[in-house]
């Protein structure tokens, strides 16, 4: 079992930038990959980014490349997604996510946190 918790949502203007991390319980996180995904009220959640466990290689939405990054630190259980110059459609409710197969560019992860919201202001 893993227990996730999101922090750092908020409000932004368009433009600005917000750091969210996901807290992991557990001793085995470094043995899953973790995902960020994001919900849009009337909207599917869709996947935004995604690391692996082993080599630490990451995978992004078209929509947030080069504007969003990715990261993960074992030693402190916590992954993070770095939001940089962000758009009113990035304004969602976004999730971190764990899993410990393959694929990671999918939204069907095994372990999801409650959430945390960003509105972006335009």
């Known amino acids: 079992q893993v227990q996730l918790v999101e922090s750092g949502g908020g409000f932004v203007q368009a433009g600005g930038s917000l750091r969210l991390s996901c807290a992991a319980s557990?001793?085995?996180?470094?043995?899953?990959?973790m995902g960020w995904f994001r919900q849009a009220p009337g909207k599917e959640r869709e996947f935004v980014a995604a690391?692996?466990?082993?080599?630490?290689?990451?995978y992004y939405a078209e929509s947030v490349k080069g504007r969003f990054t990715i990261s993960r630190d074992n030693a402190k259980n916590t992954v993070y997604l770095q939001m940089n110059t962000l758009k009113p459609e990035d304004m969602a409710v976004y999730y971190c996510?764990?899993?410990?197969?393959?694929?990671?560019?999918?939204?069907?992860?095994?372990?999801w946190g409650q959430g945390t919201q960003v509105t972006v202001s335009s």
């Open positions: 690391i692996t466990c082993s080599t630490g290689n990451t």
């Open positions: 557990g001793r085995t996180f470094s043995m899953y990959a």
């Open positions: 996510a764990a899993k410990n197969t393959r694929p990671v560019v999918t939204t069907k992860y095994d372990y």
